[in-house]
């Protein structure tokens, strides 16, 4: 129920998400008065606008100084509309990674094959650029994606000495081709460490991975056609005038190898044309996303901007890998996790234990579903399923509505504060509006309460157990509403109690190191008012310091004594007091018990323990002790009270009391 309970609330987060969303562009909207749908003139901007989202879509600028000039680098870019405006105005930065070791470097750039890698080489302790000229790059180029790393050689001269760098420099690990196995290859840079001239440097690099659409026949052959009829591929074209696409569109091909060919066309040549007529494209620059099942036209949608960012999560929406499916579970099931602190009952501290073992839980829970899907997805009949699958999922992830969840995502993931708020506002909510009860607060208090924890050194354990009967303290059944005394009864049906009398009976005795004491007695129990007699002849079985065997006692200790108090009452009990037992089955107060089992001293394979564990009470001299055919040992008294509830097990081990035949030892070990 509780998880049903994390499940709803984990909606009504999401939903909650959703429409601060649309608070938050009517908020822009009364602002700035217009909609952030609304496509914008690049002309009404200021210049600094206009670099900044240059800067975004990854165009350099360097030579252009007048407003008409970038206007029109802007336009022949992509449409600009209020969201981007939105994303120009935050900046990220990627921090740097110093490799550790050879292997570190080989795993994390040439091995992961779905990022570029711009590495300085360190030999002698001569950095290429300041602290502020990596700050700079890193914010230019952060936004593309593209990861920074440190290479000291002086730590790692051998690698150095295999790759021939002898010298500081700029080193640039970008995969060979947009396939998922190609090659990393590695370019160092050769000119002047400048910003501008570092990013121009990269963004030709990287463009060797978009394909040039030479003409009609080639569109048709290589784009349009796909070779199977379930093909999963995502094929991305760039219509413009410009010479090379923009950063944002190049980079994404290293993004995402072998699921995202990127190709480009240049709409100022003829044969350019020729592809946007048959295209039937009205309007130049546009970006298409080539399917299998339909042609999507990016930038007329929510959330669909000329951004890596953007860029990334309609990709990522369209051609999910299992990475992506697998981290986006991660998230939503620890954030349902999460609920588990309003949920629970107790303090803080209560609180927390139980939300780190609920999402300890719910992970490994997790972590065990994707080991078990991961081993399906390898047979060989499921791969046509996984690609029906990704067919189904693209139709929903390609339909407009959706458009509205990728611009969700696109702002949430730009800034964290507001989902993390708002799950902690909620989680506060839900907590002050959760009933609480009576029972919560006693909860709470024995949480705190060590003196319930039980030794075997309690001094009084009768008076634990003398508020509730013997049958609800041992029954896992107690506690039920309006339970009877039928469904505390054993599951087991004894029609006789004599198998009691068989069990073995005899007198403790506590050793001294001297000599082993043993009492010869008879007893007998006529039902349960009655008042049992006893005759004990004390005698020495075997003294393990004189030798003396079979010697006769001290008369003050021989003799015959009675005990006249009822088998439920017994005087003598260790130190316990006169408990009363009341509502013992009628059939157990009319029995008649004699004990034929009479032994001198501890029968031999039986446990030695020095406690009753029924009682908690240490064996005292002289107390009268009853063991099960399991070979544990009890009180007389505690065990008679066991047995004539109808408990006919073992309190222990739960072996059957009544199987007196079998004789084997079940603790020989």
Known sequence: MAVWIKVALLLVYLSVLFILTRLLEATIWYEQGQMSLQFLDPM???????????????????????????????????PVRGEELQVTQSSEDTPITNYTSDLDFYEQVEDAKDSMWLVEVVVEE??????????????????????????????????????????????????????????????????????NAIFEWIKQNSNQQVKQVEDAYDLQDN?????????????????????????????????????????????????????????????????????????????????????????????????????DIFIWSIILTNIAGCFEVCLANGGIFKRVIKLLFCLFQYNIILLLVWILTLGL?????????????????????????????????????????????????????????????????????????????????????????????????????????????????????????????????????????????????????????????????PSIVHCCECGAESATLDSSLSGSSEI?????????????????WNGLPHCARSSTIKNKNIHRGRPISYLVDSHCVICLEAYQAGSQLRGLPCRHVFHDKCILTWLLRDNHFCPTCRFPAFQISDYNDQHSE
């Open 377 to 537: 997805l390898q047979l060989p009949f499921v791969e046509h399923l996984t690609f029906t699958s990704l067919q189904v999922i693209r139709i929903f992830t390609l339909d407009p509505i959706f458009s509205v969840i990728r611009n969700d995502l696109l702002v949430y993931s730009s800034n964290y504060t507001i989902p993390v708020c708002t799950l902690l506002v909620l989680i506060a909510i839900v907590s002050y509006f959760k009933p609480s009860s009576a029972q919560e607060s006693e909860e709470e208090s024995d949480w705190w309460n060590f003196s319930n924890l039980r030794t075997l050194n309690y001094h009084n354990g009768w008076e634990m157990m003398r508020l509730r009967p013997f049958d609800q303290i041992f029954n896992p059944s107690f506690g039920t509403p309006a339970a009877t005394d039928i469904e505390h009864q054993s599951p087991v049906t004894v029609n006789s109690l004599e198998y009691i009398s068989l069990l073995p009976v005899w007198l403790h005795v506590q050793h001294t190191c001297k000599c082993t004491i043993s009492y010869l007695f008879s007893s007998e129990y006529t039902g349960m008012n009655s008042s049992p007699t006893m005759d004990l002849t």
């Open 126 to 195: 001569r950095p290429l650029l300041s602290d502020s000229g990596w700050h700079s790059i890193r914010l230019s180029l952060t936004k593309f994606g593209v990861r920074f790393g440190r290479f000291d050689c002086q730590h790692h001269t051998r690698m150095c000495t295999r790759k021939g760098w002898f010298s500081s420099r700029l080193v640039l690990a970008v995969p060979e081709n947009f396939l998922s196995k190609a090659n990393v290859v590695l370019y160092t840079y050769p000119g002047p460490m400048k910003v």
């Open 44 to 78: 009404t901007l200021s210049v600094l606008r206009l670099k900044a989202i240059l800067e975004q879509r990854g165009v350099s600028f360097e030579n252009m100084l007048e407003k008409q000039e970038l206007s029109n680098l802007v336009q022949a870019t992509g």
């Open 223 to 323: 784009w349009l056609t796909f070779p199977a009829a379930l093909s999963p591929q995502v094929r991305v074209l760039c219509l413009s005038t410009l010479t090379s696409v923009p950063l944002f569109l190049s980079s994404l091909s290293v993004k995402f190898p072998g699921r995202v060919k990127i190709g480009r066309v240049n709409a100022a040549t003829k044969k350019g044309q020729e592809i946007v007529k048959k295209l039937d494209i009205k309007k130049v620059p546009s970006y298409l996303v080539l399917t299998k099942q339909k042609i999507y036209y990016y930038g007329y949608q929510r959330g669909e901007v000329m951004t890596f960012k953007a860029w990334e999560i309609f990709l990522k929406c369209a051609y999910p890998n299992m990475n």
């Open 564 to 580: 006249t108090n009822d088998v439920l009452e017994m005087s003598t009990l260790g130190s316990t007091a006169h408990l009363p």
